[in-house]
């Protein structure tokens, strides 16, 4: 069974949480959104309009490192995304002029890919391809 596992991007803060949130309905003082029981929610600055939730895919890469949904991979001379594909219901690897997506294993062995940033924190790692 794999772990099931969250982070967070807060884009108003561009910062990444890897733990110290939970989605909530009952919290106090929450509208049943994404509360932070950490720095950001304690300063009363909480923005939930501002933050994006990417899943862990129970996959790790060659260093063992976890393969989050927005992971930017290097697999080989390709650099791809992971996302989600909701038609298969599945993580994907996506890469710049491909008509489709491919499904792990499909294109890329976990084992000889690595993570080298994801799509909030290294944009710019896209624009090499």
């Not at 929450?30 to 932070?36: H, N, V």
């Not at 909701?86 to 890329?108: D, I, L, P, R, T």
């Not at 690595?114 to 909030?120: H, L, P, R, S, T």
Request: charged share 30%.
């Amino acid at each position: 069974m794999r772990d099931i596992k969250f982070r967070a991007w807060d884009e108003q803060y561009k910062k990444m949480y890897y733990h110290g949130f939970w989605v909530s309905c009952n919290y106090p003082n929450s509208d049943g959104d994404i509360c932070f029981d950490r720095d950001i929610f304690k300063s009363g600055k909480y923005n939930p309009l501002k933050i994006q939730i990417t899943q862990f895919t129970g996959l790790k890469d060659k260093d063992w490192k976890d393969i989050y949904e927005g992971d930017i991979l290097k697999a080989g001379d390709y650099i791809c995304v992971v996302n989600w594909n909701e038609k298969f219901a599945s993580f994907c690897v996506n890469k710049k002029g491909w008509m489709f997506s491919h499904f792990f294993e499909e294109h890329c062995e976990t084992q000889n890919v690595e993570v080298i940033g994801n799509i909030y924190e290294n944009p710019e790692l896209l624009k090499e391809e």
